[in-house]
C-alpha cells in the first residue's frame, strides 16, 4: 500500500493568497483526519471525517479554513485568506475502524510558509 | 475530556544507555494509548499501542511501554538506545466511542556519541 498521500509537500505563498492542501488516505479506510504542528501548539486535530462526512470540525480556528471530502479517496484543507500564522506543518491521516480499534495512519505532512 | 502530560521536553541519552520517556493521561474509562515517533521532515509512525490485557506490550525497534493504571501512566522504554532513535516521541491517547486521538506536546530525544 501506498500509505497517506499528501502534496504538496511544501508551499510557500504571500499573506491573502488561497492555499489548498490536498490528501489521498489509504484505501478501504473510513476516517480521515486532518492535524496541524506547530512548535507553539504542538499537534492539534483540525476536524475529522466519517464515510466524507465531517464528525467533528471543532478544532478549526476560524471560517477562514475549510475542508471537504468530496469521495472516499480523497480530501481537501482550504485557507482562504491565509496569514502568516498560518505556517505550519499539515498532516494528513487516516485509520479503518475495526470494532474499537483506531490506529492513524500519518502523511508525510504539507510544510506551509505563508510569507 | 481526555489529555495526555509529557513532563519532559528534551530528553539527552548516551548511545548504548538506557531509556525511558514519560506519558500521563487522564481519562475517565480505560484508555487506548499510543506512542508514535517522528523523525525530522516525517510523519508519524506508530510504535505500539496499548488497548487492553497485558500492560506490557512490545513494539517495533526494540521499544516497549508498561500501562500503570494506579498512576495513570503509559511509558516508553529501551534496554539500549541507538543513534538512529533520536527523533521525537508523541504519546497519544484514544476514547473507546471515538476514533479521535489526544497527543501530547512530545518529547524531543538526542543521543549522543
Known amino acids: 500500500d501506498a500509505g497517506v498521500i499528501q502534496s504538496p509537500r511544501h508551499e510557500v505563498t504571500e499573506m491573502g493568497q488561497e492555499v489548498t492542501l490536498r490528501c489521498k488516505p489509504i484505501s478501504g479506510h473510513d476516517y480521515l483526519f486532518w492535524y496541524r504542528q506547530t512548535m507553539m501548539r504542538g499537534l492539534e486535530l483540525l476536524i475529522y471525517?466519517?464515510?466524507?462526512?465531517?464528525?467533528?470540525d471543532s478544532g478549526m480556528p476560524e471560517d477562514r479554513f475549510s475542508a471537504k471530502m468530496p469521495n472516499a479517496s480523497f480530501s481537501t484543507l482550504k485557507i482562504q485568506p491565509s496569514e502568516p500564522r498560518d505556517s505550519a506543518v499539515y498532516f494528513c491521516a487516516s485509520s479503518l475502524r475495526r470494532g474499537t480499534y483506531n490506529e492513524q495512519f500519518f502523511g508525510p505532512g504539507t510544510r506551509l510558509t505563508v510569507l | 475530556a481526555q489529555s495526555v502530560t509529557q513532563p519532559d521536553i528534551h530528553i539527552t541519552v548516551s548511545e548504548g544507555a538506557s531509556l525511558e520517556l514519560r506519558c500521563n493521561y487522564s481519562y475517565g474509562a480505560t484508555p487506548y494509548l499510543f506512542w508514535y515517533v517522528q523523525s525530522p521532515g516525517q510523519g508519524l509512525q506508530l510504535l505500539l499501542k496499548?488497548?487492553?490485557?497485558?500492560?506490557l506490550v512490545q513494539g517495533i525497534k526494540g521499544f516497549e511501554a508498561e500501562f500503570k493504571r494506579s498512576q495513570s501512566s503509559f511509558n516508553l522504554r529501551k534496554p539500549s538506545v541507538h543513534w538512529s532513535d533520536a527523533a521525537e516521541y508523541f504519546c497519544a491517547v484514544g476514547a473507546v466511542s471515538f476514533q479521535k486521538l489526544v497527543f501530547g506536546t512530545g518529547t524531543r530525544l538526542l543521543v549522543s556519541p
Open positions: 471525517f466519517n464515510n466524507n462526512v465531517p464528525i467533528d
Open positions: 496499548y488497548f487492553s490485557g497485558d500492560t
